[in-house]
């Protein structure tokens, strides 16, 4: 099996900055009760001119900017995201037409929050078969354009922002990085969370059909802090690991209070735990490499340390990865 590592990483998120007083003006809410309940602080949206194809393009940008690699190569651009500029063209043809790819297939996916960790699995199942050598994973999101700003219990939670990797095939008897991949789905869960889209029903019940997010957030809550506390040691087993042998802990971050939720589930301190809560609120597919680069920024994350990624949500769905970091 050709092993696959990430080469290159890279972010974006909007310029407007929406802090917790926005919502005092706009619902019955407070600061204390937003940051109580989810750990949010701040967060930031597009404007009315700014849309998923641009934090795309400027995360690309931006891992051009910090790593030597060139996208010549690339035979394959995945972009996980729940909110496209449009759904045709994909955005990961929009990307190709943007550098100028010369050959390379284009495909986005729908898998909500747990796009980034689906996206890599999907990059390191390309590179195992052979098919692929060199792919784009993006996970790009505007939640904000699809929140209802009169849902006080979820409109407070969005944030709009994105993330890239390449992932390209190990050569030379170089050993990959990706590790071992896990995904899952719970369909039974799809009505706790959704978005309509063209059908009035929804597994024959009616919905809610304003085009933004609906969500059960306790029932998510809690699905979400058994499914993923669960998961995780199955996910390590599949590569021999235990608990002990990981540095970081990346869930998705949708609450402050469901990564406390898993932390004590694992009985690993929230002081293991990345997030990106706080400072970009719930980024959907972003979170991970949102929380993942405030890391690396700060210097807590070193080459060599063993990470898990794992993404959870609209679906429901969920996926998780394995990754030794290799890059500086
Ligand atoms: O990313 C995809 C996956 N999504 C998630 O993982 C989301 C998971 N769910 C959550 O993060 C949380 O459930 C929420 C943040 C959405 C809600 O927090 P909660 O602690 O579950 O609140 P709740 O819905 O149980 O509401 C508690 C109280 C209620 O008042 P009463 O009935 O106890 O009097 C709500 O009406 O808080 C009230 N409330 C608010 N109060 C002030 C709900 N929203 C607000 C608000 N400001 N914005």
Request: net charge negative; charged share 20%.
């Amino acid at each position: 099996m050709i092993e696959a590592k990430i080469t290159a990483f890279g972010t974006n998120v909007p310029n407007k900055r929406i802090d917790n007083d926005f919502y005092e003006k706009l619902i019955d809410t407070t600061d204390e009760w937003i940051v109580s309940r989810t750990g949010i602080k701040t967060r930031y949206h597009t404007t009315d001119t700014e849309f998923t194809s641009d934090l795309c393009e400027a995360a690309i940008k931006d891992m051009l900017s910090r790593y030597p690699v060139t996208l010549e190569a690339v035979d394959m651009i995945i972009v996980a995201t729940v909110t496209p500029d449009q759904p045709m063209p994909a955005m990961s043809c929009v990307m190709q037409l943007k550098f100028n790819i010369p050959h390379t297939g284009a495909i986005d996916i729908f898998a909500a929050c747990a796009g980034f960790a689906y996206g890599l699995t999907l990059a390191k199942g390309l590179i195992a078969a052979g098919t692929h050598k060199k792919v784009i994973v993006l996970a790009a999101e505007t939640l904000s354009k699809i929140t209802d700003f009169e849902d006080r219990t979820s409109c407070i939670l969005f944030g709009d922002g994105a993330g890239v990797v390449i992932v390209e095939a190990a050569q030379n008897g170089e050993k990959g990085n990706i590790g071992a991949c896990l995904t899952g789905s719970y369909g039974e869960g799809g009505p706790d969370l959704y978005m309509s889209g063209l059908a009035p029903n929804l597994y024959g019940a009616e919905i809610k059909r304003n085009r933004k997010i609906v969500q059960n957030g306790k029932k998510v809550f809690k699905w979400a802090i058994n499914t993923v506390s669960k998961e995780i040691p199955r996910l390590l087993a599949m590569d021999g690991l235990t608990i002990d042998d990981i540095d970081w802990f990346v869930p998705h971050s949708a609450n402050m209070r469901i990564l406390e939720g898993i932390s004590s589930e694992l009985k690993v301190p929230m002081s293991k735990f990345l997030e990106s809560i706080t400072n970009f609120g719930n980024t959907s597919s972003a979170s991970i490499p949102l929380a993942l680069n405030q890391a690396l920024k700060s210097n807590i994350v070193k080459k060599g340390d063993k990470m898990v990624f794992f993404g959870f949500g609209g679906g429901l769905t969920y996926a998780g990865n394995v990754v030794t970091w290799g890059l500086d």
